[in-house]
């Protein structure tokens, strides 16, 4: 993880008073490092305190449990259209694309922030050694996709890794002027955490010393945003957009001479005549989308 983790509050109407937001803050800048919270440079781990741990849940669920939602974002579903999505993928990320899409994340096409299709989960800052299913399950223990592709025993196993990590930490290394806050019930009206793609959970939110910034960070967002339909309509036509129109398999990478349409270097040798415009292809130059 870097040292540069940021991401955008969601509109939440007029700024609130510092006691109003208190009872906020469980859904918002501690947990994200927001810039609308600007006095919050740390995160508190008592509020981090209010997730439960996976295991705690499963006691709780019994067999009443109501059957397990779909994906939240099925349009992604496929793992080779997830691989696809990281076609800009930043090289100093460290963490090949085959290894985040196998764990079921795609990119977002924002710096290195991938997602989970079916939990939602965002991911960021990765570091060269950083396993993806390992980071899933650290973060977002209930996602089904993950508890099927890996089982129960994978993520407790990670699970309690974590939280000895987080029990080594010194909460008191904080700078002095990070005043504590005591956790209080998240204000009426908002979301109830966590939810099937909303969630961002650790099993060391048990602990009083909660989780250090940098880690608590990693998660980068916890509700869904504005407009994440909208996202999902652009990735379809990005997808398609860069589709071989041939084939409708492979990437285009050859651009025809004299109408520009482009076709992937597989069906380009084939072809005399441009397959949309019918004109005749009097040239073929490699091209390379950014």
């Known amino acids: 993880m870097g040292p540069e983790d940021s991401a955008k509050c969601l509109p939440r109407g007029p700024e609130p008073s510092p006691e109003e937001h208190r009872g906020a803050r469980a ?56 691989l696809a999505s990281f076609y800009d993928w930043p090289l100093t990320a460290g963490v090949p694309p085959a290894l985040l899409a196998a764990a079921g994340f795609f990119h977002t096409g924002q710096q290195d922030k991938v997602r989970c299709f079916f939990c939602y989960g965002g991911l960021q800052s990765w570091k060269r050694g950083d396993d993806p299913w390992t980071e899933h399950a650290k973060w977002f223990p209930r996602c089904q996709f993950l508890l099927r592709s890996k089982g129960r025993d994978f993520v407790h196993s990670v699970q309690e890794a974590h ?16 005043a504590p806050v005591a956790p209080e019930a998240p204000a009426p009206g908002d979301p109830e955490l966590p939810m099937p793609g909303r969630e961002v959970q650790s099993e060391g939110a048990q602990e009083p010393g909660g989780a250090s910034p940098t880690q608590a960070r990693r998660a980068w967002w916890v509700l869904e945003p504005p407009g994440a339909r909208d996202m999902e309509e652009q990735l ?6 860069r589709t071989c129109k041939v084939c ?17 270097a597989e069906c380009a040798p084939n072809l005399q005549l441009c397959p949309i415009c019918r004109a005749p292809v009097r040239g073929r130059v490699r091209t390379f989308l950014s």
């Open 236 to 241: 379809r036509q990005l997808q398609e957009e």
């Open 163 to 178: 939280s000895q990590l987080l029990g080594s930490w010194d909460p008191w290394e904080e700078p002095e002027d990070a």
């Open 27 to 82: 859904l918002c800048c501690p947990v994200l490092g927001l810039d609308t919270c600007r006095a919050w440079d740390h995160v508190d781990g008592q509020i981090l305190g209010q997730l439960r741990p996976l295991a705690e849940e499963e006691e709780e669920e019994g067999a009443g449990a109501t059957s397990p939602r779909g994906p939240a974002f099925p349009g992604m579903g496929s793992e080779e259209l997830r």
């Open 248 to 264: 409708l398999d492979h990437a285009v990478a050859i651009v025809f001479v004299p109408c520009g349409h482009l076709v992937c």
